[in-house]
């Protein structure tokens, strides 16, 4: 008798009802139970901190020139405040356009061959900052770490939803994403230990900058050097899938498998238990132990749900023609400005807090708004996923962000009060980087196919369009008045952030009905069908496929996108798109 058998016959009622009659089977859910907590131990202590540590520098590269700049960078290369607003947006543009692009791509190669490779080139694009003379490098600099960086984020947190079910993803990627946070604070602490060790006192005249290295170079080369030597480590410490996994061994492969295939077929069932009643409870312990039901049946893509490899036309057309992506992405902008906003400009808001001149302390400073905004991140993921709720959280961190950010821009700028708005500036931080986490997980959470489900967070990186909104939004003018302008734009901008995701759960919740509504009509043979082949009584139009076919028909150009297209509209509906899917809120 098999072991899969075994453990659906130990998780079934008739089985539970003569346990103690039984204690093989007994031994046997144990067993099961220690196999679950070892295989995601394992997960959790090789493979998720190896990604922090690639987000960590992914980060550090994206803010080191905030640091730098409190240094006197552009001022030691002969360059003007805003020409640092100008390279910022720079490498916004370029990071924002790429996103579907690197996506894709890294969909397409896989991460285990994409991602570090990005990130060698980057590194040693990090790295030649340090000998930056002209306008020109910086830009060309700035503008060429964008396009690598692009996709970066939407490969490696697709890449990671391939290890975890859904309702295990939000807290690990809070870890992930929470290096954003922890990348802010080292990247202050890191300044500060190289700003201590290489004192910003050298003169103004050419030739005695030349003599000597400044701060912000060690500065550049130390977080260029590091991440070089973590891109080439990548290539041998990512396995491609949980099945080809180095630290797992032959039976936690199997079971690391077989979990993630039957926790997104169980999310293309009608009979989803509502949050909140036994059924779900009982269905979260089971998870929660490793109880799962080896013997529902897989989803039509089978082993593809685990690839990190593969996509489809289908995956393409059907993500660029989601209606929900582009609420979601309109979320994810006006979300996410103070996110990059400090990224970059929170050592300058800073600088007027000490008396010092000394670059290093105003570095310092940041780090402990970074850390409140770690643990808050974490406490809410936390209480995402114990409750499977992930909208409500999201409008809890923004209020969160309202609360600090109406703070800032009430409490006067004198130095006076320089420990009250220190602390404002705590609060708001600790809401920052809520919703960019939890809205990424809800979009794995509610795609099954990887493929769309990649091209989707490609997509959602859009949202990285912020980074050029903060960049004109924080102008060097208006660092004399203590950013009290740019507070407020970022205020209304997370209020109407606050606006569309309300917006948002009220569509889902709309949505689920009209399903419902649906599936009332049809009898159960059309339901299976639906469930597991997408092929039910409702018919598919695919009408702005069909028009865009039509049209490049009649005028005989790009033949082969004609054939893209019709391939497209090949088979059934796919996950979220079948009428027995139910969005989770």
């Keep these: 008798m098999s072991a899969q058998y075994e453990l659906a016959r130990a998780s079934s009622p008739s089985a539970n009802a003569n346990t103690m009659r039984m204690p093989l089977h007994h031994q046997e859910v144990q067993r099961h139970s220690a196999l679950h907590k070892r295989t995601l131990r394992k997960l959790d202590f090789l493979l998720l901190p190896f990604l922090a540590l690639l987000f960590l520098f992914n980060s550090l590269d994206k803010a080191n020139i905030g640091n730098a700049e409190s240094a006197h ?4 290369i002969g360059l003007v405040g805003s020409d640092l607003n100008t390279a910022v947006a720079l490498f916004f543009a370029f990071f924002v ?41 910086l830009y060309v600099l700035r503008a060429i770490i964008g396009c690598l960086e692009a996709g970066f984020y939407p490969v490696t947190v697709s890449y990671l939803s391939l290890f975890y079910t859904r309702f295990e993803f939000g807290r690990r990627l809070s870890l992930f994403y929470g290096q954003a946070a922890v990348g802010g604070a080292l990247g202050g602490i890191l300044s500060y230990v190289v700003f201590s060790m290489f004192p910003d006192d050298h003169g103004t ?5 030349k003599s000597r290295w400044q ?17 080439i480590v990548g290539y041998f410490w990512l396995p491609h899938s949980v099945e080809t996994a180095w630290f797992l061994a032959p039976a936690e492969r199997q079971y690391a498998s077989s979990r993630i295939i039957q926790d997104r077929s169980a999310q293309l069932g009608s009979d989803i238990p509502k949050p909140g009643t036994m059924q779900e409870e009982r269905l979260h312990d089971e998870e929660s132990r490793g109880l799962l039901n080896s013997s529902r049946p897989t989803t039509s893509a089978g082993k593809e749900v685990i690839d990190e490899r593969g996509l489809s036309p289908h995956d393409i057309a059907s993500a660029f023609l989601s209606p929900k992506i582009w609420l979601i992405l309109a979320c994810n902008i006006f979300s996410a400005i103070p996110v990059y906003a400090f990224q970059v400009f929170l050592p300058l808001v800073l600088a007027p807090f000490t008396e010092s001149p000394n670059p290093a302390l105003v570095n310092l400073l940041t780090a402990p708004p ?25 409008l809890v961190g923004l209020v969160v962000m309202i609360v600090g950010l109406t703070l800032v821009v009430s409490l006067p700028t004198t130095r006076t009060w320089a420990i009250p708005r220190y602390f404002a500036l705590n609060v708001l931080l600790a809401g920052t980087f809520i919703a960019s986490p939890l809205t990424v997980a809800w979009i794995s959470g509610n795609t099954p196919s990887p493929g769309k489900r990649a091209v989707l967070l490609g997509i959602n990186g859009w949202g990285n369009l912020a980074g050029i909104i903060s960049a004109l939004i924080f102008r060097p003018k208006y660092a004399e008045s203590g ?22 759960w009220r569509n889902l919740k709309a949505q689920n009905a009209k399903r419902r509504e649906i599936l009332r009509g049809w009898d159960d043979e059309e339901v299976e069908r639906e469930k597991y082949s997408g092929r039910g009584p409702l018919e598919q139009d695919h009408r702005v496929i069909r028009m865009a076919i039509t049209t490049l028909r009649k005028s005989r150009l790009l033949p082969w996108v004609v054939e893209w297209l019709e391939e497209a509209t090949q088979g059934g509906r796919e996950g979220d798109e079948r009428i027995t899917f139910v969005y989770g809120l």
């Design 483 to 504: 950013y009290i302008v740019p507070f407020w734009w970022t205020l209304v901008c997370v209020a109407a952030a606050a606006g569309l995701y309300v917006l948002f």
């Design 97 to 137: 356009a790429l996103q579907p692009v690197g996506a894709a791509l890294g969909r397409r190669y896989g991460m285990v061959l994409w991602v570090p490779s990005c990130m060698l080139l980057w590194g040693i694009a990090t790295a030649l900052h340090t000998w930056v003379r002209t306008r020109w490098q």
């Design 73 to 76: 960078f552009t001022t030691d």
């Design 205 to 209: 005249g050419e030739l005695e900058y």
């Design 370 to 394: 970074y850390v409140c905004g770690a643990i808050t991140l974490y406490m809410f993921a936390d209480y995402s996923d114990r409750h499977r709720k992930r909208v409500m959280p999201i």
């Design 215 to 231: 701060n912000w170079q060690v500065l550049f080369l130390v977080e260029g050097v590091l991440t070089i030597i973590t891109a």
